[in-house]
Nanobody
């Protein structure tokens, strides 16, 4: 099995910063795309940022220039540095990983989600 464990959420004032971390563990052959998504009450889950195994990044327009996604392949960990936070960034943030595992029928890729971490930005 595979587990994604997130940390780093909390309460911060507008203009402040937070750094989220997500560590993957378990039966992992390789980790392909890692990403962060968020969901606010009454809204659908939305993409925040993704990063490929080669380091190519993609950001939602709403966070470009403020958030930075990075990964440490040796630690199977992805980070999200969030700067200049505003109340609209308040949400539960979820880590997502596309992971390849070796199964009895060969390598297979699966999507995994973390449990979510609350980020609250006060005005």
């Amino acid at each position: 099995q595979v587990q994604l464990v997130e940390s780093g959420g909390g309460l911060v004032q507008a203009g402040g910063s937070l750094r989220l971390s997500c560590a993957a563990s378990g039966s992992i052959f390789s980790i392909n795309v890692l990403g962060w998504y968020r969901q606010s009450p009454g809204k659908q889950r939305e993409l925040v940022a993704t990063i490929t195994s080669g380091g190519i990044t993609n950001y939602a327009d709403s966070v470009k220039g403020r958030f930075t996604i990075s990964r440490d392949n040796a630690k199977n960990t992805v980070y999200l540095q969030m700067n200049s936070l505003n109340p609209e960034d308040t949400a539960v943030y979820y880590c997502n990983a596309r992971i390849t595992r070796i199964t009895s029928v060969g390598p297979r890729s699966y999507d995994y989600w973390g449990q979510g971490t609350q980020v609250t930005v006060s005005s």
